[in-house]
């Protein structure tokens, strides 16, 4: 079974910078994608950035120019920098790996969560 092993969350001041990690621990084929949503308190989880299986990115508007998404194959790892970060940025960031088999695409796997809080 796989597991999302995330790391990297924590306190910083607007403006700061966090590095987030996902490593997909246990074995795991056919990645469609991996990437970071977030979810601030009473609202859905929503697109951060993802990395498609092409290598190529998708970045939410609020975050492009600010936040970087970057993967080792390898190591079945992404890492989300995230800089010049805002207040209304607080929330839980949860790891996602989308998988497929043949045509269909499979249920996403998902992390438990890290908490980055961004104080003014």
């Known amino acids: 079974q796989v597991q999302l092993v995330e790391s990297g969350g924590g306190l910083v001041q607007a403006g700061g910078s966090l590095r987030l990690s996902c490593a997909a621990a246990?074995?795991?084929?056919?990645?469609?994608?991996m990437g970071w949503y977030r979810q601030a308190p009473g609202n859905e989880r929503l697109l951060v950035a993802r990395i498609n299986r092409d290598g190529s990115t998708t970045l939410a508007d609020p975050v492009k120019g600010r936040f970087t998404l970057s993967r080792d194959n390898a190591a079945n790892t992404v890492y989300l920098q995230m800089g010049s970060l805002k207040p209304e940025g607080t929330g839980g960031f949860f790891c996602?790996?989308?998988?497929?088999?043949?045509?269909?695409?499979?249920?996403?796997?998902w992390g438990k969560g890290t908490r980055v809080t961004v104080s003014s």
């Open positions: 246990g074995t795991i084929s056919n990645i469609n994608s």
């Open positions: 996602n790996v989308r998988t497929f088999s043949g045509s269909f695409c499979l249920p996403s796997i």
